[in-house]
């Protein structure tokens, strides 16, 4: 094709760009830079596979522009489907490895739950991606990649309203792609995902918050332990960064922004759940506008870890309710298809049958 030897090789990653990258490309290859917003409207926006349906375009341009881009996806290995409507999706990332992403439907919305590497290094004791250490971290077509899948797979009309970085992986491990990927899903061209609508979790790299705070994005802190001593144990990176420089970065987010952070505490019998913990964790989080996220420990094998029996649940929520606390319990969704809170891992799951499955 006479375009393609005039491009550079490898050709761009469409999923990698942002609409300025995108339009600097095209004006680059002598076309006129609003075909940027074209097209990202079409494939974005309009969710639109078809070049020659693109009916705004110059029967020239139609023909030119698969060759101008690279718009490969990730790989779908599988789809599947909880009883709850959650549902977990497999992508292939080479080398025999996958990542997922989950779709939890709620009242009112509907938000995709994103990973950004393949493995994690921060090695949180009681999760199962914390057991995988870092593969790679992902690139940003395929991290935007994820959600534009995820969005494909779904019956017509429906949309992704919220995306939370809570997947596998350290998303402040892997900022670039990850903030670059936020630009290209909130662009009002294509998807048009509001910076508030998106979410980022850290287990809590301090000096990677201000990136958040910059992106206009809400926070999310894994807090999980109420003290230097349990929260070391269980999540190593608190050697680094201690408690207290953690929650005064989130201060300073919460200065700088007017949000409040959103704090996760996951309920391990005996190590995070007596009642003591409920007060020392009010004590802690008072000092920060937030609301507190408690999630009772979802178990998998060989944790060491156990989940708390409902009444202690109960009893420390209740707790924190009683001293005042913002506490919601986050529900457990997807639990039979291992795509709840800390049961993602590369490792394909031959748990269950895929409902759907798309190769
Ligand atoms: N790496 C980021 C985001 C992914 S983990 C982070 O740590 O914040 C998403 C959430 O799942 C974290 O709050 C983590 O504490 C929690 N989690 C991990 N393993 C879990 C498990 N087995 N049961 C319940 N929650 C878990
Ligand atoms: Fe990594 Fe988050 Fe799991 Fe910790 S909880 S190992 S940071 S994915």
């Not at 439907?105 to 995709?112: E, Q």
């Not at 662009?187 to 000096?207: E, Q, Y």
């Not at 144990?233 to 420089?245: D, S």
Request: charged share 20%.
């Amino acid at each position: 094709m006479e375009i393609a030897q005039t491009l550079p090789e490898p050709k761009p990653k469409f999923f990698s760009l942002t609409l300025p990258e995108l339009t600097e490309a095209i004006k680059s290859l002598g076309k006129p830079g609003f075909r940027g917003q074209q097209l990202y409207r079409w494939i974005y926006g309009m969710g639109m596979q078809d070049f020659e349906k693109m009916t705004n375009f110059s029967k020239e341009f139609r023909k030119e522009v698969p060759g101008m881009f690279d718009f490969q996806l990730p790989e779908v290995l599988t789809v599947h489907k909880s009883v709850d409507g959650t549902m977990k999706m497999l992508f292939n990332v080479g080398t025999g490895k996958s990542v997922e992403a989950v779709l939890i439907p709620s009242p009112g919305r509907l938000t995709i739950c994103l990973s950004s590497e393949v493995g994690c290094n921060m090695g949180c004791k009681f999760c199962y991606t914390g057991k995988q250490k870092l593969q790679r971290k992902l690139e940003t077509w395929e991290i935007v990649g994820q959600f534009v899948q995820a969005s494909r797979a779904l019956p017509p009309g429906q949309r992704i309203t919220n995306i939370v970085f809570m997947g596998m992986g350290e998303p402040l491990d892997n900022c670039d792609a990850v903030f670059k990927s936020i630009e290209i899903l909130h662009s009002t061209w294509g998807l048009n995902v509001s910076r508030k609508r998106v979410t980022v979790s850290t287990s809590g790299i301090v000096p990677m918050i201000p990136r958040v705070t910059q992106a206009g994005v809400r926070l999310a802190v894994s807090l999980n332990g109420v003290n230097d001593q349990v929260r070391t144990e269980i999540m190593p990176i608190n050697k680094r960064w201690p408690l207290e420089q953690l929650l005064e970065a989130c201060r300073e987010h919460c200065r700088e922004t007017g949000d409040m952070v959103t704090f996760e505490y996951v309920l391990l019998k005996g190590v995070t759940d007596s009642i003591q913990d409920a007060r020392d964790l009010h004590e802690l989080t008072r000092t920060v506008p937030c609301k507190v996220n408690i999630i009772p420990f979802n178990e998998h094998p060989g944790s060491g870890f156990t989940r708390p029996p409902e009444k202690a649940i109960v009893a420390f929520q209740n707790e924190l309710i009683r001293l005042g606390t913002h506490v919601l319990r986050r529900r457990t969704m997807g639990r039979d298809i291992y795509a709840a809170c800390g049961q993602l891992t590369t490792a394909a799951n031959k748990t269950t049958p895929p409902v759907v499955s798309l190769n």
